[in-house]
DNA sequence: CTGAAAGCGCTTACAG
DNA sequence: CTGAAAGCGCTTACAG
């Protein structure tokens, strides 16, 4: 549609200006080593005089590869709410950019099996696809058995086999509540986020597992669910607060329920982190400028993306590829 | 790539079993008015059974359409920060989609006019583009010269006729400082966004003008020039605070610098609301969750990238269109 | 209103 | 290692 300068080469241009076969110029553009190196360089001088640029949609129709890489987003509000998800789609599509890869968006309700989403990915239309938020598993097994390349971000439940990349929930929640400990906590309680989704049963655990390494088991009035709102980080610090258990550490599954928390702690009329020390999870930019500044156990957002790109990239590539969990990394500020 | 359960129909097994020819199937695909009601009816029927799903490659390659539009995000580091731009994605792709487009996603540094992104728009791989983030014209305005569709997100610079969406910064600030007037405070002061930026520049317009909606002119002195972020929020505060004008109310161009003001304003022994009023800008989650609560100017964050899809769609349609200004809204909390 | 035919720009067995 | 040729699945003048 848009009007070009000049019209764009062609092979035909290309073979015609080296002397070769338009085979030979395909070839040379794809990398194919058996090509005479004589050949190659006449080719890709040509290629680099004309500014030749390949036409994707003409690849994909001859060859029956896309291209195309597929992020998959669950169109429901969460998406709105989550701060990552631009910045895990950029490192996606950087990555991909730089392996000639496209990356095509796609929001939409993923609930069913049968929904127009379900129907495009298996028209064929994508050579992958990466799955964010994953709630509904079935589509993607289905799609991976029919040998569609797929990635996840996020660990998903049960023992299945998909390959997927994930911070390490685990040893974060893990690393707040030895930290707590350390400064002296003898009652930490936790707020867990929603623990039906792995990342907040991760958290929860490590949370439980510093119990464990410290020989003893954590009272299970010392947990309370949340669910990742500051609305519930507020009252269920209420809660906590009210089982009157001498309450000294709270490990808070996000950042905004411990703003919540500390919001309840403070109409206690107790302080942070003299009566009781907070640590978060995410190291948002709300734990940055919220006062007291919040602890908080930092993600590795882009790496997380990149990873994404490149694991897709790899198993395009015919490789085996495993899981991957990221290192988080606890940040100490003023609440703990 | 991926093993499909069945191969792909294609239009000579609908031409076949509808009794018709593929250029009869190829004109009911496409809406072709007048084709006979009873073939558009066998076609579809015969379509609805198989299935079937038009192969976007070849489809693209025989019309010179690509069916893809291009969201191009410049590479730096504001994307990170830019909690809008997941969400404008958002909702440009569902609009896209509900109008069988694409959105191919461009996360890449769109610096130089001759860059990877220039070459790959002016590649014809796109049937249009929309930029956010607009910081060099120089491409933009190449493509648009070109014939390709192109619409901004943001208020770009100068006279240019590029069609834009953009939220009214100058309302919406406008409204944030008669409010603090209407709640009595008498030296409001502003502490600034990026003025080079149109709306940065924008939001000091609207606070100007409500000193001359009021009959007066703001004392240049009321006016603090910050960069969006905390720490200049909070500078920037002292700064006004130094100047000793009895400052009782300020419009901050962003809710993070409205939270660092709030900082230096405590740091000073002095108190919001009572000492001093402030205002935001964006109604983020921080306003909500900050202590106190932020008074906001609210933006339709859904609707603007909505509003950018209708607006690509209908220019592809050939349609005149021109730039939107979305509405902006108050959001009264504690601070003000 | 409809069909036969050419063509979009690549890729890839096939044969040498 | 290389070329001629067929073909990927659509679209679109052209002629009727």
């Known amino acids: 549609m848009a009007a070009q300068a000049k019209p764009r080469a062609t092979y035909s241009e290309i073979a015609k200006a080296a002397g070769v ?20 360089a006449a080719v890709q001088k040509v290629v680099e005089e004309l500014g030749y640029k390949r036409h994707r949609a003409a690849a994909a129709l001859a060859s029956g590869r896309s291209n195309l890489i597929a992020i998959v987003i669950d169109d429901d509000l969460s998406v709105f709410s989550d701060p990552f998800w631009a910045t895990i789609s950029s490192g996606v599509s ?49 799609l991976a058995k029919q040998g569609m390349p797929v990635v996840i971000s996020g660990t998903p439940h049960g023992s299945s086999d998909f390959v997927y990349v994930d911070s390490d929930n685990f040893g974060g929640a893990l690393q707040a509540t030895k930290h707590l400990m350390a400064q002296g906590c003898k009652r930490v309680a936790t707020i867990t986020g929603d623990t039906v989704a792995t990342a907040g049963n991760q958290r929860l655990e490590g949370f439980l597992q510093a119990y464990r390494e410290r020989g003893t088991v954590a009272n299970k009035n010392l947990i309370a669910h949340g669910d990742y709102s500051f609305e519930s980080g507020k009252e269920q610090m209420r809660v906590l607060l ?21 919001a309840a702690i403070e109409e206690a009329g107790l302080s942070v982190p003299n009566d009781i020390k907070v640590v ?16 908080s156990v930092r993600q590795d957002i882009v790496r997380l993306g990149e990873t994404l790109g490149e694991l897709m990239i790899r198993k395009l590539a015919g490789e085996e590829i495993e899981p991957v969990i990221l290192p988080t990394e606890l940040v100490v500020r003023e609440s703990a």
Chains 1, 2 share one sequence.
């Open 280 to 295: 978060g999870f995410d190291d948002s930019i709300m734990a940055q400028t919220s006062r007291p500044s919040i602890t």
């Open 94 to 142: 950087r990555v991909l950019m730089q392996n000639e890869l496209q990356t095509l968006l796609l929001v939409a309700s993923v609930d069913s099996v049968d929904g127009p989403v379900a129907h495009y990915l298996q028209g064929g239309e994508v050579d992958g696809a990466i799955f964010f938020q994953l709630h509904k598993e079935t589509l993607v097994k289905r």
């Open 21 to 40: 076969s338009e085979a030979t110029v395909s070839r040379v553009l794809n990398g194919d080593p058996r090509v005479n190196p004589d050949r190659v």
């Open 242 to 262: 009210e089982r009157d258990l001498g309450v000294d550490g709270l490990f808070a599954a996000n950042d905004l329920m411990a703003i919540g928390a500390i």
